[in-house]
């Protein structure tokens, strides 16, 4: 498979997946000519150089509790997903929960905590569309602003009374934006 293979016109990332996303384009491989990050962590773990991430030490405790009890702290992990959200009441009772590729999970777990976008190379990046909730507790509003200044053609929107996924929540909204943008 060569990078040819992997031309399309819309790449949407949600959450770890627009880190997945951000890498594929950042080394080649995945060209776009535009990029939707809805939910993206900037650096998922607080440093010293970003104070929006989790605390290490709330990562490695979640780490430690999935491994110890998976399907409850993936629970308790879609809870804290639907924390300020508007529509938290029926993403609870239309939530489903798996065991299905806990070892999956695992992985990316491990590898979530060494994910960060310091190390890329923004310059040559395609347009850029930002979907973030103010009230999302998985990852911090403000690290929207971290890509919109280090990708030059951006544009950043932030939903009032959401939490980590905008997407469903702010679906025509969305469409919208992408539509005026393009």
């Not at 491989?29 to 605390?55: D, E, H, N, V, Y």
């Not at 009441?89 to 070892?103: D, G, P, R, V």
């Not at 960060?116 to 979907?131: Q, R, Y």
């Amino acid at each position: 498979i060569t990078p040819e293979n992997y031309k399309v016109d819309i790449v949407y990332g949600w959450s770890l997946g627009g880190q997945i996303a951000i890498r594929l384009i950042a080394c080649g491989i995945l060209k776009t000519k535009l990029l939707i990050l809805l939910a993206t962590p900037f650096q998922f773990i607080k440093s010293a150089t970003i104070s929006a991430g989790m605390p290490q030490k709330s990562f490695t405790k979640f780490q430690s509790d999935f491994c110890n009890s998976p399907n409850d702290t993936l629970k308790k992990f879609s809870i804290l997903s639907l924390i300020n959200d508007k529509n938290g009441k029926y993403m609870k009772e239309n939530l489903h929960i798996s065991e299905k590729n806990q070892q999956n999970t695992s992985y990316w777990l491990h590898e979530l905590g060494k994910f960060s976008c310091h190390d890329i190379d923004f310059k040559n990046f395609p347009k850029t569309l930002i979907f973030q909730g103010r009230g999302d507790m998985v990852v911090n509003f403000r690290q929207a602003d971290l890509f919109e200044n280090k990708i030059t053609k951006t544009k950043k929107i932030i939903f009032d009374n959401c939490g980590h996924a905008p997407h469903i929540h702010f679906a025509n909204e969305i469409k919208n934006a992408i539509h005026n943008y393009l």
